[in-house]
């Protein structure tokens, strides 16, 4: 039922992020289907499917290559600190990462007075830093890069290690100056455009990402696969930059809406009303706001499936990428029970996307969807009706994943088993204990380890509990 060619937006959007796999390691946009497929009940279902994300198989992929780079730390200045340095050094590189860090901020400020020994302790922080990132990653290695790029503001590998630990923690200093400053610095890496694309099109600026992706092109040197995988991406996003041209915009507090044909002022102002409304009331329950406006595309209906590649069945999808949300006009105007319901349906994936950052892969499929029907407190009647179907409980572990290849039959159950397990978590739990399994999942922690540190319970308990939940709940269905 996903089977559908998504590549028109889905692809070209997953594959602008996909980018920074050079950096970092692979970042797959999660999965998503929002309501159950038509199957299930399609007279009364209006089906709100969310296309998958995932880049198809022919997808180009460039080598996963993290480049943390140490500076050779050999020439020591021939100063009178040279053995204070010498021992700092030595530290670092025998694993004292704590003696090092506070003899290095022990170091009295005249010392730094000598631009080769600031020069030095600047590659003493960098290489801290990377000592740092291996043990605790890119949260406890930013402050001694930033330390270091303030003693050496033109060193470019100490920039691009900080452009790293920024992009990782999606700190806001990586912004467009910084990252201009570090084109002028490091004018032939690609990664800066590409991160400066990446900026841009968060902003809506789809002409200056191109333009930037255009430049990472040129910077990307022989290696075909990463070539052909940005020239596709290029090429995807000036397409997709070129589809956004024809569209209106307005902007609220905390969305823009973009609309194509028909501008009509009650449309507006009812969807920004039903996001801001989602926007205060599940982002005070999850305890997390998006750190940046929200993007809604309405698409004729017409245009819808053209446009987003979506299923048939759709009512919307949120792109994980551009982290943009898409729907159709289809009941925009005249159903509004059903507008809320997609609207914040998608908004939640858009917060939990946001919460998670750059790992929001790490979220399995069957809690991302899970949360969406929760949080969005919709009343799945659907539900209900296929409880009492013959509906087998299937292990979460087979869930987390794409659901991309399920059957119609195969992802109504997974919505029902999702919605099930979210809401035990909720219940049995806590917002405040599911957040925290989510913080986990974004600090990289393996989902069974997650569950067992956060819930006190194995991964393989809590599905023993669902499944006995489930058949009681069948049995008195
Ligand atoms: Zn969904």
Known sequence: MYRRNISNLLYPIAAVLALFIVYEAVVKPTPHQTQLPSSVNQSAVKNNAQAPGEPPSDDPQPAPEKQMRMIDAGGIPDTKYHDTLEAIRDDIEKGNLKTAESQLTDLPPHVQADALTRSYSAVL?????????????????????????????????????????????????????????????????????????????????????????????????????????????????????????????????????????????????????????????????????????????????AAFQADTGSPAWADGLFDPVLGRIHLPTQGALTDRAWLKRVLRHEF???LVHDYQGINHNALPTWLNEGLAMQLSSDHWTEVDDLRRANVTFVPLTTLEGSWSDLSAEAASAAYLEANSAA???????????????????????????????????????????????????????
């Open 125 to 301: 922080w960098n290489n801290l830093g990377i000592e740092q990132e291996k043990l605790e990653g890119t949260k406890a290695s930013v402050k001694a890069f930033k330390k270091a790029s303030s003693l050496d503001p033109k060193n470019p590998v100490i920039l691009l290690n900080l452009a790293h630990a920024y992009w990782e923690q999606r700190d806001p200093a990586m912004n467009q100056d910084f990252l201009e400053r570090l084109i002028e610095v490091a004018p032939q890496e690609p990664f800066p455009h590409m991160a400066l694309a990446d900026w841009f099109q968060e902003r809506g600026r789809l002409s200056e990402a191109g333009r930037h992706l255009d430049q990472a092109v040129e910077r990307a040197g022989t290696d075909p696969s990463l070539q052909s995988y940005l020239r596709t991406v290029t090429s995807k996003v000036h397409q997709t930059d070129q589809m956004d041209r024809r569209l209106a915009s307005r902007e609220g507090a905390h969305f823009s809406v973009k609309y194509d044909g028909d501008k009509d002022v009650d449309s507006w102002t009812t969807v920004l009303d039903i996001l801001e409304e989602a926007y205060r009331e599940i982002g005070q329950n999850f305890g997390h706001f998006p750190s940046k406006t929200v993007v809604v595309v309405l698409h004729p209906n």
């Open 348 to 350: 939640v994936h858009a």
């Open 423 to 477: 809401r035990y978590l909720l219940t049995r739990y806590g917002m405040h204990e599911v957040v925290q399994l989510l913080g986990r999942l974004k600090n990289r922690q393996p989902l069974a380890a997650a569950i067992q540190d956060e819930l006190s319970v194995s991964y393989d308990q809590l599905q023993s509990r669902l499944m006995a939940q489930w058949q009681e709940a069948r049995s008195k269905g």
